[in-house]
């Protein structure tokens, strides 16, 4: 998006890549650079709602530091399994579980990410002993999975649609509460288990105090960017779900989704080293 967002604010935008510490790298240095709407933080479920609960000093508030500007991309989990994998649907995998406690084994991208607590809610919710297996970031993950080295993995669903479209994995269910229109006839697991919603979500964020004429110009461009035909067909034909929030709206979900997260690190005392 930054060559987008260079032209409709008349400027250039530079993206300066800073990964480390579970994003926590990157948004130390957004909050504390100077509130004029010229540095923003692309930010994720990670480094946004889930760090605060999950990492000891992630040296930061989402909620104190950092103001949302919109959202761009909310992609719902897919819960895969291989393709040689005897399970076609969650019912199956669930009972699976219940009868061999502690040997279905589940990959994640990483300790305390979306994927990893959207399993672990899982188990709590499905009343089943799991076992997890990190990885360092999703790749390795698909390939044990299609190795079936792992039994499932919970992934987003731009990163996992290609295998599924190729037969190498078997989606079971989609973490959002509807379905999606990228794999039709998958189920949600909030059909058995109501409520239950996990996503990989992204989005813009500025300094607190940037000033608000400031971030609803910021709002108002991205959005129209986001909005586009051609892109907004692109990301949903991927799975994710494209939608334009003010940044009130983009604050009020952020705030249900660390309250969210939270609830879930405390009850499964799933923490980042």
Do not use: C
Request: hydrophobic residues 45%; charged residues 15%; proline residues 7%.
């Amino acid at each position: 998006m930054s060559n987008d967002l260079g032209k409709a604010l008349g400027q250039s935008v530079i993206v300066d890549n800073r990964p480390g510490a579970s994003g926590a790298l990157g948004t130390r240095m957004v909050v504390r650079a100077p509130a004029d709407g010229l540095t923003l933080l692309l930010g994720q479920t990670g480094e946004i709602a889930i760090n605060g609960a999950a990492m000891k000093s992630p040296g930061y508030d989402s909620l104190k530091d950092l103001q949302g500007v919109a959202l761009v991309g909310d992609s719902p989990l897919v819960l895969a399994v291989p393709a040689s994998a005897p399970w076609k649907s969650l019912d199956d995998l669930i009972a699976a579980a219940k009868a061999t406690p502690g040997k279905v084994a589940y990959a994640s991208s990483g300790t305390a990410t979306p994927g990893h607590l959207a399993a672990a809610a899982l188990a709590e919710a499905a009343k089943v002993q799991l076992v997890h297996i990190p990885y360092k970031g999703a790749g390795q993950a698909i390939t044990d999975l299609i190795g079936a080295q792992v039994n499932f993995f919970m992934a987003s669903t731009p990163s996992i649609l290609p295998h599924i479209k190729g037969g190498k994995v078997r989606a079971l269910a989609v973490t959002g509460l509807e379905p999606i229109a990228a794999l039709p006839g998958v189920p949600t697991v909030a059909e058995k288990f109501p409520g239950f919603e996990f996503s990989l979500w992204g989005g813009y964020f500025a300094p607190r105090q940037t000033p608000a004429p400031v971030v609803q110009l910021l709002s108002q461009r991205i959005n129209q960017i986001v909005q586009q035909p051609a892109l907004k067909a692109r990301l949903e034909a991927e799975g994710t779900l494209v939608k334009s929030y003010t940044p009130q709206e983009v604050d009020a979900f952020v705030r249900k989704e660390i309250t969210k997260y939270r609830q879930l690190v405390r009850s499964t005392s799933v923490l980042i080293d």
